[in-house]
């Protein structure tokens, strides 16, 4: 089976410290990767996709990156987080031969 | 542009039928998706219509008319774990752009 990992599931970050998010994929080679936001109130926001190893697309401007140093491992990091980064943060992965994306359990950020 | 609307709330009762509908504007669009989200999870898929028409599946049917860009999530025999938010997201350039989700309370 094709399973996603998260963590941490739970973080707690004051103001201006580093982020680093990461998410790994088991069961299936060179998957789509995405990772996506869900803020309060706010439907998912799509911030990076990634289609292989070292291929990042970035949908929105913001002060995150995501990496992806290995083909089953994709990571969501920040030098300085802001309060608006707080949110739940999905990694979602694509089926094989299929446009559907599945999710991980994710991880619940809050900034203070 | 990508565009998803939904109504952000609705109410149920145990054991009837609903219905969420859903309009979308998304560039290249190729589909619509469902998927349910409990509160605290992560959503988990429930369908894709690619084509026009209903498509059923148990107690969940989606329809899809393309030319209306107009989608909807038909619950039935409503079950109380059925209390969730469903996201309507439209696929389109390879991308997924998610509405903000209909929030579905189901009273006894």
């Known amino acids: 089976s094709q399973t996603i990992h998260q963590w941490p599931a739970t973080l707690v970050q004051p103001v201006g410290s580093p982020l680093s998010l990461e998410c790994t994929v088991e069961g299936t080679s060179n998957p789509n990767l995405y990772w996506y936001r869900q803020a309060a109130g706010r439907g998912l926001q799509l911030l990076f996709y990634?289609?292989?190893?070292?291929?990042i697309s970035s949908e929105v401007p913001q002060n995150l990156s995501a990496s992806r140093p290995q083909d089953r491992q994709f990571i969501l990091s920040s030098k300085k987080l802001l309060l608006s980064d707080s949110g739940f943060y999905l990694c979602?992965?694509?089926?094989?031969?299929?446009?559907?994306?599945?999710f991980g359990p994710g991880t619940r950020l809050t900034v203070l | 542009g990508q565009n998803i609307d939904q109504p952000t709330e609705m109410t149920a009762t145990e054991g009837a039928i609903v219905q969420i509908n859903c309009t979308y504007q998304t560039s290249g669009f190729n589909g619509l998706f469902w998927y349910q989200q409990h509160a605290g999870e992560a959503p988990t898929f429930l369908s894709y219509n690619v084509l026009d028409g209903l498509e059923e599946k148990g107690r969940f049917s989606s329809f899809l008319s393309r030319s209306k860009g107009y989608s909807y999530l038909l619950l039935k025999e409503l079950q109380m774990k059925d209390s969730a938010s469903y996201l309507c997201a439209g696929f389109g350039n390879e991308k997924l752009t998610f509405g903000t989700g209909t929030r579905l309370t189901i009273i006894p």
């Open positions: 990634s289609v292989g190893i070292g291929q």
């Open positions: 979602a992965r694509r089926g094989e031969g299929t446009d559907t994306q599945y």
